[in-house]
Every structure is written in structure tokens, then in C-alpha cells.
């Protein structure tokens, strides 16, 4: 299981930590399906014999991190002896283990578990070439890109050689787009204010900040309750004006019928998406959702398992607006095949972030995409959540509505040592002290 | 979180196991995607305070045993002090848990976890009701058994009325279904012959032993290699005659372009069924493969991750047979919802079976199909694997090819203590022996 790679250094080390922050006793991130997240990180440190280290996480909402954290744990025998030379190959190798296969297969807890140290492995090799992940991806020739793909199941919508096209159609006008991402950086969007655990006074305040901040769109949590998303929608329109993009997300909690019957009555707000009407799981149904609320856009993929699903979300024309995570499929190597789905489909990808350390890890994925997949920033947007960026060594720089490019080598995943040991759960003093 | 039942016992202990039977060693259970799997249970025992018990488990395949019996474990605050009178709210809240739910939804690990739990309660209720699962559930009225399924995300294919007529148009001859099955059993097949590790001769050995028992269909595993499969058709036919059902499965092997060029290939064996032809997440693949092979029929299901993916996969027409797992969606309460939704359709439900236990759990949902749901056995057939069924304290009976109806209290679920013991990993004498 552990057969040597071609580098001249070996992962011989792996740690993991149960990291949890009481983010429940403040309501943020409160929606209409998750009332009271303690966002968590089910944490990895890979460290190599000549002195480099990797850091990745799954993003878990409390309770069940433990769980997540052991099934990280369980993928120690894979990586140490390994190096990072052949990302493809080792990637596959974890998605493909025919007996871990059987947990998902490529979903839920292991399929996090293998994204979290996929992104830890990527992490070691940005960190190893010296460049943070996005350059390091970007500058990657077309053919070593399509090497890191899994094409299993995806051939009737994309195959390699199309994938390779895509990839070389950005190919000669990379460096032009390298330099604008330096200095412009990429847009953001804020969902801070719009959480549905906040009153209207704090709604209105933080609408007005986000719009003061440069911020090019706003979201708003919503179907809980239609009476206070009318109320709420009010408010933010009496702030924002009537043409600002104003999305609103609804956290699965609809059915088919409700969620059209909801969306139409939301409909005069003229909202700029609509995100995760339904179940993640319901490819047709978000088809249906699709066509009985157009022309509202609809967005979704923070809950969709893996490439399979985005594939038929494209197939169906079930969604608008794709919002791949960096820590829910199979880390860099799946995100790289959904992009090139999205590519060929011709839907923006907008990330899903938040959560702690969401924002770090997604604005690469981005970027990376800016650069050398769509060639375009056109009606993209990265979710930004101002939370917990302080607990990391290498914070996302938000500028005048934007993300501003990261330098640092790396995947930018690194928490503060002290934040690990301060929220370790539940020995860390952060829970003790509650 | 354990806000007491209304009963006057209590649910008091929670015992997990990490199981595994060394079927590696034998190629018992080879198929094309499976090469090796060590058949393995993550169990879990629990017991009450006035001296009853409840077993139940998730079934793996080896590697990850550990993570999945963790799981399990960590559902221990939701059951200890609870009761098993209203198993419809227990299994909502645990399906529902915000926090949990994130680690699906309702999928993988967590969601198998929640499955042997809510299988174990079940095993407890009808242990206590000293009646097997089979028949406290068909003797439930349609308003009980309504009230045991979650139609969120259903209500575009299925709404509570709808379900509630399918039962009610069942609930007049059941008594006579319930007195055939007693006589009669129901219908089983044999998938020992077929697995990838055997030798031709091995090959026609078992399909003339499963014919002399009476078995009424056949199933081989296929999609390794295209000559190898056209030979061991070639010699399955030889044995079995022209019109004998011999079904075929795939084990998701296959994309939709090489499903429908594979099975076209082997269309002059006339199979039964193509089972799994591809991921058990792609329902427009599924779909385009039914419509590519057509009139070969399409099975699926063992892998189908919850009712959501089920619902659209009859929508879309992209299954003949329905073949539920006992183990993997959210145990009996979901299960029910996937029989009423196959009834709705009209689609049989042809479980699979085989692993370590799957057999003793799934009888008793195909009879329960067959006495308050369906009403047929008409083209229904379990699957049947004859391996570690001599661990269970009430293992399956077969005789003329045909499972007999249980008559012991209970699930069928509980494991031999010393069983468990021996085959504890990596500790137990099994293990420890090798």
C-alpha cells in the first residue's frame, strides 16, 4: 500500500485534530437548515523528512467531526512513504480503494476524508515549488492537467481530448490573465448579512456595510418563514436599490412544489440566484425547480457529492450558476474536473465559502480557473463570510469587494497553531471554559 | 438530546463492534470492481433496562470498518434513555440532526451509521413485540406505517395521500398473503455461482448445484473482461438452458458509452437483467443506458445512497427492477418509503443480499413488500448468497430455492457472541491466527 514514488523525500508524517469553534452561541451562519453551526475543521498535517509540511481540513459543522476526523486518520497507510510527484496517480489510488470505495462510494464522510488530505498533499507541493496553489496549477501544461483528472463516469459529457481542448484554448492568453489577477484580483460577493439569525436593524447595518465595502452582490438566507423573507427582502432592496444583484438561498429546505411556489411569491425582489432550493441529491428536481421559476437563475454545489452529480446537474441545464467547495468532493484533483464540466457547459462557476477556511482554499480553485480554464471573470463571484480568518496563517485579502490574488506558497489552509490547540475539541480551552 | 419516550422501559446500553470475516482469502465475492473484499460489520447491540436487546450493523467490505463502526458510536447520545414506541419521530430526528446531516446529507458513513441504529431499534421493537420485523410491519395499519417515512423531497413522486391509498388498497387480502407466504416462502437467486474468482469449472459446478436447488434465476458477475464474460455466459447457458433467467452484474464498471457497447455485446445471452451498469449517482446514465440497451432490462439500487436518488431513478424510467439494500439507506423507516415509492411506479423490488447478513435483514422486507405494499411476488426474487449465514443466531432458511418466512422475534440480526468475538479486528483469533 505504501509503494515508493519517484522523489528523493517521503511523507513520514501525519497528524490530525478535531478542531471546533463555538460559532452557535453568536447565531452566525444560521439558516433555514442549519440553526446553530459550531463550524469545525477536521484537521491534517502531513510533514516530510526533509522539512516541509501539508495542511488540509474537511469543513463539519460540529457534532460528527470526531467522525471525520477518524476517517482522515484511517487514510494514514496511504500517504507515508509517498511524496507528492504523481497527484493523479495517488489521488485515484485513495478514490479507487476498493474496500474505503465502499463507504460512498465518492460521497459523505470518506469522500471528505480523501478531499481533506488530497488538499494537504496540494498544499506540500505548492509549499515544495515555492508558489501558492493557483500559479502553481495555472502554470501546469494542458496534458499534465488532464493527467490529473478521474474520467470514470464522466465520458458522456466530457472526455479527455475535450478536455484538453478547453485547456489549451486558454493556453496563450494565460499570462495576460496571471498579470490582471495580480493587480484586479477576483470578485467577491457577501453573505455576512444576511444571516437568518439576525434582526432587521443588523441586517440593514450590515447590507450597508457590504455595499460600502465594494461588495458586488449580497445574499440573503431565506425559507424559514415567508413573511420574513418578505420582510427581510424589503429591507435589503430599501438598501441595495433595485438593481443590485440581491440572491437568496434556501439551504435544501424545499420541496419541487414549495420551492416554486416560494421562489414565485420571492419573485418581485427580482432575486440574482436562487441557491439550493432543494436536496443536493435531486438532480431532476432542481431541473424542475429550473423551469417552473425562470427566469431566476438557479445556483448549487456546496452539498453535491462529487463530479458525477455536477456532471448530470449540467446535463439536465439544472442550474445557472455552479458553486463548487473546496473540502466536500475529492479535493483539487475533483475540482479540476468540475471546472472543465462547467467549461464545457458554459456555467460560471461561483464557489461556495465560509465555514472556517472555505474562503482561503476556494479563491484558489478560482483563480486557477480565471487563468487557465474559462478564461473569464464575467459573471463570476467568490462567496466571502468575513468569520475566523484570523486562525489562519495565510488570511484571504479582501479589497474593495474583492479577493486579492494570494502570494504565499501553498494552498493558503494553514490554521495558527495556538487556534488548533485553543479549539481542539473538547480538551481545548476555547470548550472548557464554556 | 435524550429527551425521554413515553414507554416505561429505557433504552440503557450501546455496544459497537468492528467485524471482519478474512473472504479475501477465497475470492469469495470477487467481481470486477471488488477484487478482494473482507466481508466486515460494524455492529452495534442495544439494551434496555427491563432486559431486552437490539442488534443491528453497517455492512463493509473491509478497510474502513473502523470508521464506520466509529460512526455508529457516535449516535450513542441519541438512543441511550429513549424507547422504541414512536420509531417514526426517533428516526426523523436522527436523519435530521443539522449538525450530523452535514456530513451527508443523508449519505455515506453518517448515513449508514444511522441505518444500523435505526435497525437495531427496530430488531428491539419487534424482539419486544415477540414478533418477527415481517410481520409487526404488515400488521401495522396504513396510518402507523405513513407515519414511519419522511416524504421530504418526495412529495414531486409520492405525497403522504398517495402512500396511504397504496397500503389501504393492500390492506383487505393481507391475511392471505400473510398465510401463502407461510406455506410458500418467497423466491430467492443465487449469485454464488457467478463471481469473477472462479474457474470455468467452478463456474458450471454451482449453476447445476443452484439449479438442483431449486433456484429460479442466476446471476454472474461481469465487466472485468469481454471474452472471459461471452465464455462464462457461454457456460452458464450450456448448463442452464436457453430460457433459464440468468442475470448479469456489472458492479458499476462500466461509463454509458462502454455499458451500452458491453451488454450489446452479450445481448445474445438474452440476461435477465443488467445490474449496476455504471455509478450508482447517475440517474441520466442510468437512464441512457436502459434506453440504449432496451429490451434488456436495468437493475440497480445496492449502492443507491438514499430515496431521493431511488425517486428519480424511477422518474426518469431508468430502472426494471428495484434492488434495495437493507443496510445503506436509512434503515427500515427509508426502505419503507423506497417500497411505496416502487409501488407507485410499479417497479418490483428485488433486494439485494449476500455480504455478512444482508440476507437475514432484506427477507423481511421483501415479505413485507409482498404482504401490505406491493401485494406481489409476481417477477420478485431475493437475492441469495450462501456465506456466513452459520454467524447468525436466526439465519435464513432456504429450501427449493425459496427463503422461508421467519417466525423468530425479531430482525434476523443478531450475530453469535463468540462469532463476533473470534472475528473482532484486529484482535480477535481470526486476525490474530494469520
Redesign the interface.
Known amino acids: 500500500m505504501t509503494a515508493p514514488g519517484a522523489g528523493a523525500y517521503r511523507i513520514v508524517g501525519m497528524r490530525t485534530h478535531d478542531v471546533r469553534f463555538p460559532t452557535s452561541r453568536e447565531l452566525d451562519g444560521s439558516d433555514a437548515?442549519?440553526?446553530?453551526?459550531?463550524y469545525s475543521a477536521a484537521y491534517v498535517v502531513l510533514t516530510t523528512d526533509d522539512g516541509f509540511d501539508g495542511h488540509g481540513f474537511a469543513f463539519?459543522?460540529?457534532?460528527?467531526n470526531?467522525?471525520?476526523t477518524?476517517?482522515i486518520g484511517?487514510l494514514e497507510p496511504y500517504v507515508i512513504g509517498r511524496d507528492v510527484e504523481d497527484l493523479g496517480g495517488l489521488y485515484k489510488e485513495l478514490v479507487h480503494?476498493?474496500?474505503?470505495?465502499?463507504?460512498?462510494?465518492?460521497?459523505?464522510?470518506?469522500?471528505?476524508?480523501i478531499s481533506a488530505v488530497v488538499n494537504a498533499l496540494w498544499d506540500l507541493k505548492a509549499r515544495r515549488a515555492g508558489k501558492p496553489l493557483w500559479r502553481l496549477l495555472a502554470e501546469m501544461s494542458p496534458e499534465e492537467i488532464v493527467g490529473l483528472v478521474d474520467f470514470?463516469?464522466?465520458?458522456?459529457a466530457l472526455t479527455p481530448d475535450q478536455a484538453l481542448q478547453i485547456l489549451k484554448n486558454a493556453e496563450s492568453s494565460k499570462e495576460a490573465r496571471i498579470n490582471r489577477l495580480m493587480v484586479d484580483g477576483y470578485p467577491a460577493y457577501a453573505t455576512s448579512p444576511g444571516w437568518l439569525g439576525y434582526d432587521d436593524d443588523k441586517l440593514r447595518r450590515l447590507c450597508q456595510e457590504a455595499l460600502d465595502q465594494g461588495f458586488g452582490q449580497i445574499k440573503l438566507k431565506v425559507g424559514a418563514d415567508l413573511a420574513d423573507d418578505i420582510r427581510r427582502l424589503t429591507v435589503a432592496r430599501e438598501v441595495c436599490g433595485p438593481d443590485f444583484p440581491l440572491s437568496i438561498d434556501a439551504n435544501?429546505r424545499w420541496?419541487?412544489?414549495?420551492a416554486i411556489a416560494w421562489v414565485s411569491a420571492l419573485a418581485e425582489f427580482r432575486p440574482h440566484w436562487v441557491e439550493e432550493p432543494?436536496?443536493?441529491?435531486?438532480?431532476?428536481?432542481h431541473a424542475?425547480i429550473a423551469e417552473g421559476i425562470r427566469p431566476i437563475p438557479v445556483a448549487t454545489g456546496e452539498?453535491v457529492?462529487?463530479r458525477?452529480?455536477f456532471?448530470?446537474l449540467l446535463?439536465?441545464g439544472a442550474l445557472s450558476y455552479l458553486q463548487l467547495d473546496a473540502a466536500r468532493v475529492g479535493g483539487v484533483n475533483e475540482n479540476i474536473a468540475i471546472l472543465l464540466l462547467a467549461a464545457k457547459f458554459g456555467v460560471p462557476v461561483c464557489p461556495h465559502a465560509g465555514g472556517v477556511g472555505l474562503c482561503e482554499l476556494v479563491q484558489h480553485l478560482a483563480m486557477f480557473d480565471y487563468v487557465a480554464v474559462s478564461g473569464s471573470m464575467d459573471d463570476r463571484v467568490i462567496e466571502y463570510v468575513d468569520h475566523l480568518h484570523e486562525h489562519f496563517t495565510d488570511p484571504v485579502v479582501i479589497e474593495h469587494g474583492r479577493y486579492r490574488a494570494p502570494t504565499a506558497p501553498g494552498f493558503s489552509a494553514e490554521m495558527h497553531a495556538e487556534s488548533i490547540t485553543a479549539h481542539t475539541y473538547p480538551g481545548g480551552e476555547v470548550w472548557t471554559r464554556a
Open positions: 437548515m442549519n440553526p446553530d453551526p459550531d463539519t459543522i460540529g457534532r460528527g470526531d467522525v471525520q477518524a476517517a484511517a480503494d476498493s474496500q474505503l470505495r465502499w463507504l460512498g462510494p465518492e460521497k459523505g464522510v470518506m469522500h471528505m476524508a470514470r463516469y464522466l465520458s458522456d435544501q420541496d419541487v412544489g414549495s432543494t436536496s443536493p441529491d435531486d438532480v431532476l428536481g424542475a452539498h457529492q462529487n458525477i452529480v456532471k448530470q446535463q439536465a
